[in-house]
């Protein structure tokens, strides 16, 4: 069960940002979670407020994905450093 993978322009740009080890490591992820998006990736946590929105660790970066069940689609809101999720979600989905 394959889902859609979308992202935002934000998440374009900002990945240019992340070192090479982190930006392998990402897509690496983000093509298991397209293929397997109920299982929870390693080193992810729910965001509080949100539904289906949920953060991945990779170093001081944090991922921010939203799985959209119905749609069979994952969005990348964006990758950025520790700290700064709420602030970036509030400014996008706000």
């Known amino acids: ?11 374009r740009k900002d990945i240019k940002k992340v070192p090479k080890h982190h930006q392998k490591n990402i897509h690496r992820v983000i093509l298991e979670l397209a293929n397997n998006p109920k299982k929870k990736p390693p080193n ?7 539904k289906d929105v949920y953060r991945i660790r990779f170093g001081k970066y944090r991922l921010i994905v939203s799985l959209k069940h119905p ?3 994952i969005f990348i809101i964006g990758v950025v450093p520790r700290g700064e999720v709420y602030k970036i979600l509030e400014r996008l989905l706000g």
């Open 1 to 11: 069960m394959s889902y859609k993978i979308e992202s935002h322009k934000r998440f």
């Open 71 to 73: 749609a069979k689609e």
């Open 44 to 50: 992810s946590t729910a965001l509080k407020g949100e």
